[in-house]
C-alpha cells in the first residue's frame, strides 16, 4: 500500500462531556488552524450525501449530545480530513467513568505528515485530553495484537514488540495505553511516565514539542512509523524500553 492510499489517524482520550461544553468547537477551530485552507463545514447524512452547514458553529453546539459531536468534514474527495468525537463507555483505566474519544483522519499525504504534530496538539488542547496519538492506517492491527488477554498463553506480539495490559485492565488513567508515531501526553501523563529525564531523553526531546497547557507531543521518528522499516521498529521498541509504565508493564 502506498503512502498516498493510507491516511494518517488521529485520536485523543479526554474527560467525558459536560452540559454546555465549548470543548468540541475548540477541537474543530484547531484542526482548521493546524491545516491551512482546511474547512470542516459538511456533514454527511444516513444515506451518506454531504450536507452544507453554512452556519455550522450553532449547528454544532446545538448537536453536541450522547456525550459525543457529530461527523465533520471539507468537501474534497482527493483530500478528505474529517473528525467526530464518542463517548467511549469504557474509562482509561480500572473503575474510572466513561471518556471522551476524539477521532481525526487526513490523507497521508505531505500535507498531512507536515501537520500532523499541529493537528494532534490541536485537538488534544482543544478536548483538553489527557493522552493520544497520531499514527498511520494499519497501525491499530499491530497494537490489538500486543494487549495481552487472559486466555494468551503464550503471548507472542509480532515484531518482538512488547505484552500491554487490557485498557480495562489498568489502574492509573492517566498512562497511555500503547506509543504511537506521534504520541501527546498531557502534563500529568508524563509525570506518570517520568518524561522528559534530560540525561535520557535527548533524542526524544529533539522531536517533541511542548503543548501551551504544559503538554508534549513526541514524535518517535522523522517519517511516519514503518515496522517494516528496522530504524523505525528499534526506535519504537527503544521507546517502549524507556517507557515501561506504558501499557503498564512495571513502574516508570
Given at each position: 500500500m502506498t503512502t498516498a492510499q493510507r491516511t494518517l489517524?488521529?485520536?485523543?482520550?479526554?474527560?467525558?462531556?459536560?452540559?454546555?461544553?465549548?470543548?468540541?468547537?475548540a477541537v474543530v477551530h484547531a484542526m482548521e488552524r493546524a491545516l491551512p485552507g482546511l474547512c470542516l463545514v459538511w456533514t454527511m447524512s444516513e444515506k451518506g450525501d454531504l450536507i452544507a452547514l453554512p452556519r455550522r458553529d450553532e449547528w454544532f453546539a446545538a448537536s453536541t449530545t450522547n456525550g459525543g459531536f457529530p461527523f465533520l468534514c471539507n468537501d474534497d474527495d482527493n483530500h478528505l480530513v474529517t473528525v467526530a468525537g464518542?463517548?467511549?463507555?469504557?474509562?482509561?483505566?480500572?473503575?474510572?467513568?466513561?471518556?471522551?474519544?476524539?477521532?481525526?483522519?487526513?490523507?497521508?499525504?505531505?500535507?498531512?505528515?507536515?501537520g500532523a504534530v499541529d493537528v494532534l496538539a490541536g485537538l488534544a488542547e482543544g478536548a483538553r485530553a489527557v493522552w493520544?496519538?497520531?499514527t498511520p492506517s494499519?497501525?491499530?492491527?499491530?497494537?490489538?495484537?500486543?494487549f495481552r488477554h487472559p486466555s494468551d498463553e503464550p503471548h507472542v506480539p509480532p515484531h518482538g514488540l512488547p505484552s500491554l495490559k487490557l485498557p480495562w485492565d489498568k489502574s492509573t488513567p492517566e498512562i497511555p495505553h500503547f506509543l504511537g508515531w506521534l504520541n501527546y501526553w498531557s502534563g500529568a501523563a508524563a509525570r506518570a511516565i517520568g518524561f522528559p529525564d534530560l540525561a535520557?531523553?535527548?533524542?526524544?526531546?529533539?522531536?517533541?514539542?511542548?503543548?501551551?497547557?504544559?503538554?508534549?507531543?513526541?514524535?518517535?521518528?522523522?517519517?511516519?512509523?514503518?515496522l517494516d522499516n528496522p530504524a523505525h521498529l528499534d526506535a519504537l521498541l527503544r521507546a517502549y524500553e524507556r517507557f515501561p509504565a506504558i501499557g503498564e508493564r512495571s513502574a516508570p
Open positions: 489517524l488521529v485520536i485523543v482520550h479526554a474527560p467525558a462531556l459536560k452540559d454546555h461544553d465549548d470543548r468540541p468547537t464518542l463517548e467511549n463507555p469504557n474509562g482509561l483505566a480500572a473503575g474510572s467513568p466513561p471518556h471522551l474519544e476524539v477521532h481525526a483522519d487526513l490523507p497521508l499525504d505531505a500535507a498531512g505528515i507536515a493520544g496519538h497520531a494499519g497501525y491499530g492491527g499491530i497494537v490489538a495484537q500486543q535520557r531523553d535527548a533524542d526524544l526531546l529533539s522531536r517533541a514539542r511542548r503543548t501551551a497547557s504544559g503538554g508534549w507531543v513526541v514524535q518517535l521518528t522523522d517519517a511516519p512509523l514503518d
